[in-house]
């Protein structure tokens, strides 16, 4: 096997991007919250001192949209006055309808032609699992969460008050076929109050965010690079657009597991851009789990309107049995939307906890979980 270095990056929770996944999945969950029946399509621009609400939300949850969109900017940590992107002096612009009667007829289980729940478009999706880790995720994605998180975490505690919201990472790990040796490079990006300075950030990255964050994986070698370009005292939506959607690498593996295009936040369990990849999470982490392979990724395939996918296939890359291990997902596992609703529990509002550090890998998610089995591998 050949020997190689990958990459990922991770955002905070402050990126633009994220400011908008956190805003839509907010009015997600305040619709599940009243309404579990809810359909909701909700994308967010945000940009200077005004945030676009638009999409489709089909709902009897009473929604005070400006309630709920201050709240999640709040949350986040943009509250200062002087800076044209703030939760109290934001301007807001919804422009939200109804879903399409003609993509409700397919999706409800009492219109729809196949008489079950139908996805809510067509697709493809993925799932990927790996047993690099103990949370089943390729390491550079990993370790870059976790850079981010920690950051967030600093921020929030008041220990570093130069800290702002907006901030990115990157980190580099060298391979030898399928084993990860060691980390060779990190990038770290923050937007910091003015009277921070290159040299003092760099030297909280080295000496504090580094070691805590990497673990084992950090060493002095390491070639780091922080604010690379100087200066990052104007950040978040106040200098950069935000759209929801597109972080959909950060949000899954990195770049390691493929990904089918669409998008997570803003969108209801009905769309299986977002329940599906969920799943296949799931059952990939369930064929690592029962030994099957070290390495697997599910991929899915669907036919909008319709329950049953077009396509389901296994990729266990050389690691395993490939064909036990797609015996065990063909026999063990329901693709259809409602099934899989059902099986992970999905019409809760849970969603702004998926938000941000990537969607998969944390505990406490339902499709994060290892389901009792009696599969054995061969």
């Known amino acids: 096997m050949s020997r190689f270095t990958f990459t990922s990056e ?35 621009l945000c940009k200077s001192d005004t945030v676009v609400l638009a999409g489709e939300i089909t709902t009897n949850a009473k ?109 580099s790990l060298t391979y030898d076929g399928n084993t990860p040796t060691g980390v060779t490079a990190v990038v770290v ?38 604010n690379p370009t100087g200066d990052f005292s104007h950040g978040g939506p106040s200098a950069d657009a935000g759209v929801t959607g597109r972080k959909i690498i950060v949000d899954s593996y990195g770049g390691w597991g493929r990904h089918g295009g669409g998008a997570f936040s803003g969108k209801d369990p009905s769309k299986v851009d977002r329940s599906s990849a969920y799943f296949c999470r799931y059952v990939a982490k369930q064929v690592v789990a029962n030994g099957f392979a070290k390495k697997a990724e599910i991929q899915v395939g669907y036919a909008i309107g319709m329950a049953k996918p077009v396509s389901v296939k296994v990729d266990t890359f050389g690691t395993g049995d490939e064909r036990a291990a797609e015996e065990f997902v063909m026999n063990a596992f329901d693709f259809r939307p409602r099934a899989i609703i059902e099986t992970l529990d999905l019409l809760r509002p849970i969603y702004r906890s998926t938000t941000n550090y990537g969607h998969f890998g944390r505990p406490g998610l339902p499709w994060e979980t290892i389901a009792k089995t009696a599969a054995v591998a061969k």
């Open 10 to 44: 991770s955002v905070s929770e402050g990126h633009p991007d994220k400011v908008c996944d956190y805003i839509s999945d907010s009015v997600l969950d305040a619709c599940l919250t009243e309404d579990p029946t809810s359909r909701v399509a909700c994308e967010t």
């Open 189 to 226: 990006s923050t937007q910091h109050s003015p009277d921070a300075n290159q040299k003092g950030i760099t030297e909280y990255v080295r000496e504090e965010l580094g070691p805590r964050a990497l673990g084992d994986w950090w060493h002095k070698d390491i070639t780091l690079f922080v």
């Open 63 to 171: 929604l005070d949209f400006d309630r709920i969109v201050r709240q999640a900017v709040k949350e986040i940590g943009y509250t200062d006055t002087t800076e044209p992107f703030c939760d109290t002096t934001l301007k807001l612009i919804p422009i939200i309808t109804q879903q399409s009667s003609q993509i409700s007829q397919g999706v409800t289980a009492t219109t729809s032609q196949s008489g079950d729940q139908g996805a809510g478009d067509q697709g493809i999706m993925f799932g990927y699992a790996t047993d690099e880790s103990a949370e089943m995720m390729p390491l550079p994605i990993l370790l870059a969460h976790k850079l981010m998180r920690l950051m967030a975490d600093d921020r929030k505690s008041g220990r570093y008050n130069w800290l702002r919201p907006d901030s990115k990472s990157q980190v």
